[in-house]
């Protein structure tokens, strides 16, 4: 990520990252594709969870491809990284390079946030707040405080998914 995240400096400054000065954008983004490359195919669910979202993006001289997005996001799940979990509930809820499925994005959001995730705490809580259900509208309460007692300050915007459905479309799993 060091070296992608290089090719996005201006100017290129390489040397204050302790990277090999006089690298191009090219030659850190390829170098960054290959060690993240590496890495995905080792197992490693954070890899895989960056590598998904370069081909999600079409980002660090990636070409856009969901279907590369999606196969790197379940690796990434089935590794237990949460956020391989909540990025592939996103596009659940969103329809993006799957069927659209509001349980399975739930169920999905549901496993982030039981592996800490904060903003799939949020996420989840923002979801079943907007159900018509006691019991769920209950569950989101709890979701709250718990994340208060935590961190000692609630959920903001920004932690909240844009994908998740307007109204209570998804059903508890």
Known sequence: ????????????????????????????????????????????????????????????GVTADIGQAVRWLRE???RGDALATYNLARLYFAGRGVTQSSPEGERLL???????????????????????????????????ETILRARHFPCNENEIMEELPPTDTASTP
């Open 1 to 60: 990520m060091l070296y992608w995240g290089e090719s996005d400096s201006t100017p290129l400054d390489s040397t204050l990252s302790g990277l090999p000065a006089g690298l191009t954008v090219q030659q850190l983004q390829t170098e960054g594709r290959l060690l993240i490359e590496t890495a995905a195919n080792a197992g490693d669910g954070a890899a895989q969870n960056e590598l998904a979202l370069a081909y999600l993006d079409g980002k660090y």
């Open 110 to 144: 549901r496993v982030s946030a039981g592996n800490e995730y904060a903003p799939a705490k949020c996420s989840l809580a923002q979801l079943l707040e907007r159900s018509s259900n006691v019991a769920r509208r209950t569950e989101a309460r709890t979701i709250r």
């Open 76 to 78: 990434g799940t089935q």
